[in-house]
């Protein structure tokens, strides 16, 4: 199986590589378009600031191919929110490729959310096996409120997705390669779709 994790200059590629390696699985770190095009799955992550992530997409033109990805695409953290169609975070248009919003979590709440979180109401094969209320691995300021292509959630201050579903795409706002056993797993239900 070939894997193509996106490189644009803002994820933390390494640990997902690591994870990929646990899991059995090779992983190509890779920024070129027939290599990601050809790849069985795709994973898109991300950390940092959404205006300046989506430059970087833009300059590589990256925001073009990927929504036009057929293959199984993961969006973790930041790659899930870009594939949103707006951030609040730098009034940031996204790849709209999920038609809702990223919003700023409430002044009140103190943020970023760091640590665990659990996860609830959890649907499609990406969850097999995984127990309602199950803890991952959240650093986020922003979120998703539940919509149609929510597939799972957690709460923090509000209810919100803490993963996407459409078509081929997935977003999962946790990271899986720091959530532990629940995150290995949920990464595993994702390479074997």
Not at 33 to 48: H, L, W
Request: proline share 4%.
């Amino acid at each position: 199986m070939k894997i193509a994790i996106i490189d644009y200059g803002a994820g933390n590629i390494q640990s997902i590589k690591f994870a990929i390696k646990r899991l059995g699985f090779e992983a190509v770190l890779t920024n070129d378009e027939d290599e990601i095009k050809a790849a069985d799955k795709v994973i898109f992550p991300g950390v940092g600031e959404a205006s300046s992530a989506m430059k970087m997409l833009r300059n590589s033109k990256l925001d073009t191919l990927i929504p036009k990805l057929t293959q199984p695409v993961l969006g973790i953290c930041l790659g899930m929110q870009l594939m949103c169609a707006h951030s609040e975070e730098g009034d940031t248009t996204g790849l709209s490729i999920f038609e809702v919003p990223v919003l700023k979590f409430n002044n009140s709440l103190k943020v970023p959310q760091i640590g665990w979180n659990q996860i609830t109401n959890l649907s499609t094969p990406i969850f097999s096996e995984i127990k309602e209320l199950e803890y991952v691995y959240l650093v986020h300021s922003y979120y998703v409120a539940e919509c149609d292509e929510t597939i799972a959630t957690s709460e923090y201050g509000v209810k919100y997705s803490t993963a996407l579903k459409k078509d081929n795409f997935y977003g999962v706002q946790f990271h899986p390669e720091k959530s532990s056993d629940a995150g290995e797993k949920i990464l595993k239900n994702f390479l074997e779709l």
